[in-house]
Nanobody, 124 residues
């Protein structure tokens, strides 16, 4: 079992920055891949970024490349999402997820454990 808790969301003006955190507990943090997903009202959940167990490989959605950075600190059981140059269309509920069995992927269905999410709202 893996428990995930996100924090760091909030209200920010367009062009601003936020850093999301996801603290994990349960299984050894360095043993599984992690990802960030987001869902806006009336829209499907979409992939944002993913990071491999050792942080050696990262993957980003085209819409956030160059603006968002995913990272993890295995010693602190924590994953981060640094979000810069935020746009109103980035507004969504952001969830972190853990993939304990598979390969690094952008598919939400491959992630077995999910946090409750943290809301990000970007005003224009």
């Amino acid at each position: 079992q893996v428990q995930l808790v996100e924090s760091g969301g909030g209200l920010v003006q367009a062009g601003g920055s936020l850093r999301l955190s996801c603290v994990a507990s349960g299984r050894t943090f360095s043993s599984y891949h992690m990802g960030w997903f987001r869902q806006a009202p009336g829209k499907e959940r979409g992939f944002v970024a993913a990071i491999s167990r050792s942080a050696g490989i990262t993957n980003y959605a085209d819409s956030v490349k160059g603006r968002f950075t995913i990272s993890r600190d295995n010693a602190k059981n924590t994953m981060y999402l640094q979000m810069n140059s935020l746009k109103p269309e980035d507004s969504a509920n952001y969830s972190c997820a853990a993939d304990v069995h598979g390969i690094l992927t952008t598919r939400a269905g491959s992630y077995e454990y999910w946090g409750q999410g943290t809301q990000v709202t970007v005003s224009s």
